[in-house]
Structure formats: structure tokens, C-alpha cells
């Protein structure tokens, strides 16, 4: 993705604006700026995908905005980016007109430009299985992060999860289950996040075929559903996943969901091996599980309670 910013703010030269705008210059990046107006948005030429909008000054002008931003990020064949700077009140106003899902990233003032530039990067790597081997072969993976797989047929989606969990992760993107499949005959990550209800080949059907195979058997599944009723909800748990997110998934809910999984599974494998390391005479009675907690052979509660409880999290507001 080409290094070109729309910098969407009611003056250019306000004192944080231009260095902003500096800031993001110094790192390399083509910065076009436009006031929060449609019509003057509409005729800036070759319109950037990322689009940063600083919320500051009048609030009607960007609500006015915002619909025309919502057709520009949801423009079919089209990936586009947005972020959003300002404090948490017109960061929540913006969000009760563009939904939340369509937000990449959004920043309080006053900004921590590292962070921001962060992401912006990992935009502009393209770092995603782009459903090509040259595109498998060409990824810089951090070999210290975990890798995670990320499966869904709603590309706007797709990519703010990607967005969302590029810094703390590797993360390699699918759009449909046969993808899934061919990925995976290719290489094993640490965790799918894969959505239940696909056209094709279904969440269902890919998580059952992966279940099937040696190869893949172990690897945990999150699914994402946009369906909460008692059905659907009974349908997933019945399979087993590791757990299940409702979308639309609010990007702290995923962090957070994804972040406290690892954790549980560390913990998890860190008393494995502890246990395993110890020599049990075969006359000795078992230890109870209410010793080895007194004992602090368990650590921390993982995030979330008991680890073997199945729960869903909930992505709204």
C-alpha cells in the first residue's frame, strides 16, 4: 500500500496539526489534507486509503462527514483505513454515526505518535497471507510473536482485525475456508480466529476438517459469529472451540480476548511441565487440587476465571 495519508482536520495550521503532519512526514509518508467536507474530499485526486481524521473544533461539520467516509471504507474492491484522534467524547460521537468495526484505530490527545506510526507501518507492509504461496514466502514474521490466522469472508472486517492484532502478533489473513485448508498445508500458527457462517465452506465444516487431521487437531479455534440467539449459540458450543466472539468485535474486546487466551495457555503449559518435571513415588497419594493451589503450583487465575469454562464475549457497547 502506497505511504499517502488523507489528513482530515478543520485547520492545517493549528499548532498540533502541523506537527502531526510533520511527524508523519519525518516517517515517510505523503500527507494530503483536507477539511471535513465530502465535497472537498471527493475531489482530491488519487484519493489515499488511509484517512486520519482530528476531531477538533466544529462538531457538525464532521457529523456531516462521517456517512460519506462510511461509503468511502465499505467501497466495494477497495481496502481502505481509518483512523480516528481526539478525546474520548467526540471519539464516542463519532462512533454513534460510523460503526466501530469500520475504525482501525483510534487515538486520545494528545497522540503517541510511536504507536500510531506503528500501525500505519504494518499497514503499508502488507503483512498478511495474501491466498498466494509468493505471498506466504514473502511475509516478515517476528519469529518471538505468536502467529495467528484470521477467517473471514467480510474483507473490511478481515483487515481491521489484522489491523488490530499486527503489533502483538503474526497475523496471516483467509477469505473463504478452501483458503483456509490450502494455508494450512503450508504452515501451522498458534491460533484461527474463523468465522461460523461463511458461504462455500462453512466455519462449521473447516473447523470439523481441521479436527480431523493430525496435522491441525491441536490448533485452537476463536469463532466469530454475528449471531447471539440460543441456537446458534448452543451450535457452537457443542463443536468445543476454544471460544467464540460475537461481531461486530470492538478492537479492545479482541485484543483482550485474544491477549487472555495465550495467557491461560502459558499458564497452562507452564504447570504441565512443572508437574511432569516432579518424581511421584507410585505409593504416594495424589495431590489434591486444593494442595497444589495451597502449594502456588497454579499461579495467577487466568484473566476470565476458570479457564475451563466456556463463555462467549460479547462485541457491542
Given at each position: 500500500?502506497?505511504?499517502?495519508?488523507?489528513?482530515?482536520?478543520?485547520?492545517?495550521?493549528?499548532?498540533?496539526?502541523?506537527?502531526?503532519?510533520?511527524?508523519?512526514?519525518?516517517?515517510g509518508f505523503e500527507v494530503v489534507f483536507s477539511h471535513p467536507s465530502a465535497h472537498e474530499i471527493a475531489t482530491v485526486d488519487?484519493?489515499?486509503?488511509?484517512?486520519?481524521?482530528?476531531?477538533?473544533?466544529?462538531?457538525?461539520?464532521?457529523?456531516?462527514?462521517?456517512?460519506?467516509?462510511?461509503?468511502?471504507?465499505?467501497?466495494?474492491?477497495?481496502?481502505?483505513?481509518?483512523?480516528?484522534?481526539?478525546?474520548?467524547?467526540?471519539?464516542?460521537?463519532?462512533?454513534?454515526?460510523?460503526?466501530?468495526?469500520?475504525?482501525?484505530?483510534?487515538?486520545?490527545?494528545?497522540?503517541?505518535?510511536?504507536?500510531?506510526?506503528?500501525?500505519?507501518?504494518?499497514?503499508?507492509?502488507?503483512?498478511?497471507?495474501?491466498?498466494?504461496?509468493?505471498?506466504?514466502?514473502?511475509?516478515?514474521?517476528?519469529?518471538?510473536?505468536?502467529?495467528?490466522?484470521?477467517?473471514?469472508?467480510?474483507?473490511?472486517?478481515?483487515?481491521?482485525?489484522?489491523?488490530?492484532?499486527?503489533?502483538?502478533?503474526?497475523?496471516?489473513?483467509?477469505?473463504?475456508?478452501?483458503?483456509?485448508?490450502?494455508?494450512?498445508?503450508?504452515?501451522?500458527?498458534?491460533?484461527?480466529?474463523?468465522?461460523?457462517?461463511?458461504?462455500?465452506?462453512?466455519?462449521?465444516?473447516?473447523?470439523?476438517?481441521?479436527?480431523?487431521?493430525?496435522?491441525?487437531?491441536?490448533?485452537?479455534?476463536?469463532?466469530?459469529?454475528?449471531?447471539?440467539?440460543?441456537?446458534?449459540?448452543?451450535?457452537?458450543?457443542?463443536?468445543?472451540?476454544?471460544?467464540?466472539?460475537?461481531?461486530?468485535?470492538?478492537?479492545?474486546?479482541?485484543?483482550?480476548?485474544?491477549?487472555?487466551?495465550?495467557?491461560?495457555?502459558?499458564?497452562?503449559?507452564?504447570?504441565?511441565?512443572?508437574?511432569?518435571?516432579?518424581?511421584?513415588?507410585?505409593?504416594?497419594?495424589?495431590?489434591?487440587?486444593?494442595?497444589?493451589?495451597?502449594?502456588?503450583?497454579?499461579?495467577?487465575?487466568?484473566?476470565?476465571?476458570?479457564?475451563?469454562?466456556?463463555?462467549?464475549?460479547?462485541?457491542?457497547?
Amino acid at each position: 500500500m502506497e505511504r499517502r495519508i488523507l489528513f482530515i482536520g478543520e485547520t492545517s495550521e493549528s499548532f498540533l496539526v502541523v506537527a502531526m503532519e510533520k511527524t508523519l512526514s519525518d516517517a515517510g509518508f505523503e500527507v494530503v489534507f483536507s477539511h471535513p467536507s465530502a465535497h472537498e474530499i471527493a475531489t482530491v485526486d488519487n484519493l489515499p486509503d488511509i484517512m486520519i481524521v482530528y476531531i477538533e473544533g466544529d462538531e457538525n461539520k464532521f457529523n456531516m462527514m462521517y456517512p460519506f467516509l462510511q461509503k468511502l471504507l465499505t467501497e466495494e474492491g477497495k481496502n481502505r483505513y481509518l483512523y480516528l484522534i481526539g478525546n474520548q467524547v467526540e471519539i464516542q460521537a463519532a462512533y454513534k454515526i460510523i460503526p466501530h468495526m469500520l475504525v482501525s484505530g483510534a487515538f486520545k490527545r494528545p497522540v503517541n505518535s510511536a504507536d500510531l506510526i506503528s500501525q500505519l507501518n504494518i499497514i503499508c507492509s502488507d503483512h498478511a497471507y495474501d491466498e498466494t504461496e509468493s505471498g506466504l514466502n514473502n511475509i516478515d514474521e517476528k519469529p518471538n510473536k505468536k502467529s495467528i490466522l484470521l477467517v473471514d469472508d467480510d474483507s473490511v472486517l478481515l483487515r481491521s482485525m489484522q489491523t488490530w492484532l499486527s503489533i502483538s502478533y503474526n497475523v496471516f489473513i483467509a477469505s473463504s475456508g478452501t483458503n483456509t485448508i490450502s494455508f494450512l498445508r503450508q504452515r501451522k500458527v498458534d491460533l484461527i480466529l474463523l468465522d461460523y457462517a461463511m458461504p462455500g465452506l462453512s466455519g462449521l465444516e473447516v473447523f470439523q476438517i481441521l479436527k480431523s487431521d493430525p496435522e491441525t487437531a491441536d490448533i485452537p479455534v476463536i469463532f466469530l459469529t454475528a449471531k447471539d440467539d440460543k441456537d446458534t449459540v448452543m451450535k457452537v458450543l457443542s463443536v468445543k472451540p476454544a471460544n467464540y466472539l460475537l461481531k461486530p468485535i470492538p478492537p479492545t474486546i479482541l485484543r483482550q480476548t485474544v491477549g487472555e487466551f495465550f495467557k491461560a495457555q502459558d499458564d497452562r503449559q507452564k504447570l504441565e511441565k512443572k508437574v511432569a518435571s516432579w518424581k511421584i513415588d507410585d505409593d504416594a497419594p495424589l495431590a489434591s487440587p486444593e494442595s497444589l493451589a495451597d502449594a502456588g503450583v497454579f499461579g495467577d487465575t487466568p484473566a476470565g476465571g476458570d479457564s475451563g469454562k466456556m463463555g462467549g464475549t460479547y462485541g457491542g457497547f
